[in-house]
């Protein structure tokens, strides 16, 4: 079955950085599109970045102002999102996903708290 387990979040002060990973298993890992989402208290859950399977060609969400980056490791069925320049803002859950044909699959989540 299709699983998505990601990890690196935590508490990171203002200006900050940490690198998510999300593993993945139960597909064909290199010929599908990966994203990052996050949600936070109260918000509806958004499209963060995503990363395309043939060409690699990337996407991000236009308010990040060039401050996340995106990644993948086909050899190890592992996506990445590198975040730099942390603000409070950023503060929220952050979900894998991938979509396979009809169906969408999200990880479990990992935390990120950004403290002013």
């Known amino acids: 079955q299709v699983q998505l387990v990601e990890s690196g979040g935590g508490l990171v002060q203002v200006g900050g950085s940490l690198r998510l990973s999300c593993a993945a298993s139960g597909f064909t890992f290199s010929s599908y599109a990966m994203s990052w989402y996050r949600q936070a208290p109260g918000n509806e859950r958004e499209l963060v970045a995503r990363?395309?399977?043939?060409?690699?060609?990337?996407y991000y969400l236009h308010s990040l102002e060039g401050r996340f980056t995106i990644s993948r490791d086909n050899r190890k069925n592992t996506v990445y999102l590198q975040m730099n320049s942390l603000k409070p803002g950023d503060t929220a859950v952050y979900y894998c996903?991938?979509?396979?044909?009809?169906?969408?699959?999200w990880g479990q989540g990992t935390q990120v708290t950004v403290s002013s």
């Open positions: 990363i395309y399977a043939a060409e690699g060609s990337v």
């Open positions: 996903n991938v979509v396979l044909g009809r169906d969408a699959y």
